[in-house]
Every structure is written in structure tokens, then in C-alpha cells.
């Protein structure tokens, strides 16, 4: 159980377009996902913390308007990031806590890898 | 703030050794600690979680400890194999964040040798 996807799981596209990711909690509901940045060589930050059916929280430096996260139900949230610059290019990662388990515990999707040319 | 550093940062080992990852943390008001595996692409493999009233989780070849008091966790891999290579992170929840995120280290990466 508490299995996370996320699509794509690859995607390039060009400068200035905009790119929409999903996250899906498979097997049960998610009260919060997180969504998690990682350039090459460093560890993952988190990017914003989003709760269904309410605003994301966003960290300090993450720019919003850019990286607009819907959290529609409680088994899918969505990341789009608009456009995109190469700047942009990471690995993006959500994960989702589990309701009704540990507080803390989290299980993390498969990852997507965003090029942007 | 809350800072995870993990050591040694690569490590390359011939298979059949066993090893210790460490991991250290500046808050020890932890709730508990989560060591993950992340393969080249790929997202995270939990490993192991250590509550912060435990001293030792095991799985398997895998065995974590956990010293609050000093603010350390060590990962211990015992007979390595050429499977285990991959990088190890370690992460505890923020609690000074966003509604209990966690905090990642940079991770080991673990060369296994055949």
C-alpha cells in the first residue's frame, strides 16, 4: 500500500512553455503533499506544501506564479510550471502523508525529470 | 534551523564489505528519522524509520541506530552487494516548516564493487 505517481515522469520542452505535473496518491487518501526540488548533486527542498481543497504554502524564494500547485482531491495534486526557463530544469518529487497514519511519515513519488531547452 | 549533514559524501567498496553511512542533525528535537535510497533518475525507496523513543530499526541486511542526544544516526549495510549501490539519504521532519516536511541530507553516493 501508500504507493505515489507521478506523470510524466520525463519531459522536455522548449523555453517560455509551460509544463503541467501530476501527482497521485494510488492507494489511499493524502491530507498534504509536498513538492520537493533536486538539482544535480544536491539534496531535495522543499517547494510548497499543498493541502486539499486550500492554497499551497509556499517556501521562501519559490516564486508562486510560477509554479502554480492545485490540489483538487485528496489523491491528486498538480504542479505546472510556467514558463519555463532552463533555469527550471530539475528533478521534481512530491510525496504525500498518508490519513489516519504516522504524522510524519511519507511515501514519495517515482520523481519527474523536466528539461527545458 | 534544522541542518542534516550526511558523511562521507561517496564512498566505493569492494563487494562483501560491511560499512557505516553516518548522518548527523543540529536540532535533536526530532520526531523520528528516515533513511531512503535513491537510485540514478529515480525517486525514494524508504529504507528504514527510527522513531525518537527507538535506538535501532532493522531490515534485513540494513541496520540504523539513533543517538538524539548527540544528534547522529548511523546506517549499517552489512555484506555488501553490487545491488546496494546507490545514494542514501536521510531526512527528519521540520518542524519550524511547513507542516512537518522533511529535511533531507545530500546524501551518500555508494559505489559497490563486484
Known amino acids: 500500500g501508500a504507493v505515489v505517481s507521478q506523470h510524466p515522469s520525463w519531459v522536455i520542452c522548449k523555453s517560455g512553455t509551460s509544463v503541467k505535473i501530476e501527482c497521485r496518491s494510488l492507494?489511499?487518501?493524502?491530507?498534504?503533499m509536498f513538492w520537493y526540488r533536486q538539482f544535480p548533486k544536491q539534496s531535495l527542498m522543499l517547494m510548497a506544501t499543498s493541502n486539499e481543497g486550500s492554497k499551497a504554502t509556499y517556501e521562501q524564494g519559490v516564486e508562486k506564479d510560477k509554479f502554480l500547485i492545485n490540489h483538487a482531491s485528496l489523491t491528486l495534486s498538480t504542479l505546472t510550471v510556467t514558463s519555463a526557463h532552463p533555469e527550471d530544469s530539475s528533478f521534481y518529487i512530491c510525496?504525500?502523508?498518508?490519513?489516519?497514519?504516522?504524522?510524519?511519515?511519507?511515501?514519495f513519488g517515482p520523481g519527474t525529470r523536466l528539461t527545458v531547452l | 534551523k534544522q541542518e542534516v549533514t550526511q558523511i562521507p559524501a561517496a564512498l566505493s567498496v569492494p563487494e562483501g564489505e560491511n560499512l557505516v553511512l553516518n548522518c548527523s542533525f543540529t536540532d535533536s528535537a526530532i520526531y523520528n528519522l528516515q533513511w531512503f535510497r535513491q537510485d540514478p533518475g529515480k525517486g525514494l525507496t524508504s529504507l528504514l524509520l527510527i522513531q525518537s523513543s527507538q535506538r535501532e530499526q532493522t531490515s534485513g541486511r540494513l541496520n540504523a541506530s539513533l543517538d538524539k542526544s548527540s544528534g547522529r544516526s548511523t546506517l549499517y549495510i552489512a555484506a555488501s552487494q553490487p545491488g546496494d549501490s546507490a545514494t542514501y539519504l536521510c531526512a527528519v521532519p521540520n518542524y519550524g516548516g511547513s507542516q512537518g516536511n522533511l529535511i533531507f541530507g545530500k546524501g551518500t553516493k555508494l559505489s559497490v564493487k563486484p
Open positions: 492507494d489511499f487518501q493524502a491530507t498534504t
Open positions: 510525496s504525500a502523508r498518508v490519513r489516519g497514519r504516522d504524522y510524519n511519515e511519507q511515501f
